[in-house]
T-cell receptor
Framework: AQKVTQAQTEISVVEKEDVTLDCVYE???????LFWYKQPPSGELVFLIR????DEQNEISGRYSWNFQKSTSSFNFTITASQVVDSAVYFC??????????WGLGTSLAVNP | DTGVSQDPRHKITKRGQNVTFRCDPI?????LYWYRQTLGQGPEFLTY????????KSRLLSDRFSAERPKGSFSTLEIQRTEQGDSAMYLC??????????????FGEGSWLTVV
């Protein structure tokens, strides 16, 4: 069975704080992809990153960084120096051999001025 | 803008009425997906097309739901005899497949349905 767990339902931070969103996944597939999407109040799911199971290099994109660790089946997402515009629901998702996206329940991030 | 577009963005309908949503995918994408999302949940897979062929349907897709992609471009999702439980956001997404690899799935802004 495949599963994605985002244990943090809601996080509230003050602007300029760093924040890490956790994602833990389960799969028996040896080849799989992990994703993060951002969903602002407007509703659109905005693609942030895709990582395949053979690439454990961490990635940094501006204020965003991702830490992929196969040993702990985690793919955590850190926002450095958070801004109000980062307020959104963030979803972690997994796609294995069956090509379906399995979603976590999302983490609602509120960045307060 | 060449992203995934959906129409209408919002629809309020009375129980028992039929509704239809349209999705225009990114032009070079051959795969098109429909998902449903309710408050506090992640998206749930409904169905997907590769070109004009509907390759998979979720058990969530009751016989009141039908999706088409007649020319392999835009798609429609129709819900007949709507029920209050159909109230949700209906998301369309598209991707391209090259050989055995599928690229990232890009989503539209969603169509909110409220059944009263």
């Amino acid at each position: 069975a495949q599963k994605v767990t985002q244990a943090q339902t809601e996080i509230s931070v003050v602007e300029k704080e760093d924040v890490t969103l956790d994602c833990v996944y389960e799969t028996r597939d040896t080849t799989y992809y992990l994703f993060w999407y951002k969903q602002p109040p407007s509703g659109e799911l905005v693609f942030l990153i895709r990582r395949n199971s053979f690439d454990e290099q961490n990635e940094i994109s501006g204020r965003y960084s991702w830490n992929f660790q196969k040993s702990t089946s985690s793919f955590n997402f850190t926002i450095t120096a958070s801004q109000v515009v980062d307020s959104a629901v963030y979803f972690c998702a997994l796609r294995g051999n069956n090509r379906k996206l399995i979603w976590g329940l999302g983490t609602s991030l509120a960045v307060n001025p | 803008d060449t992203g995934v577009s959906q129409d209408p963005r919002h629809k309020i309908t009375k129980r028992g009425q039929n509704v239809t949503f349209r999705c225009d995918p990114i032009s070079e994408h051959n795969r098109l997906y429909w998902y449903r999302q309710t408050l506090g949940q992640g998206p749930e897979f409904l169905t997907y097309f590769q070109n004009e062929a509907q390759l998979e349907k979720s058990r969530l897709l009751s016989d009141r739901f039908s999706a088409e992609r007649p020319k392999g471009s835009f798609s429609t999702l129709e819900i007949q005899r709507t029920e209050q439980g159909d109230s949700a956001m209906y998301l369309c997404a598209s991707s391209s497949q090259q050989g055995s690899w599928e690229n990232t799935i890009y989503f539209g802004e969603g169509s909110w349905l409220t059944v009263v």
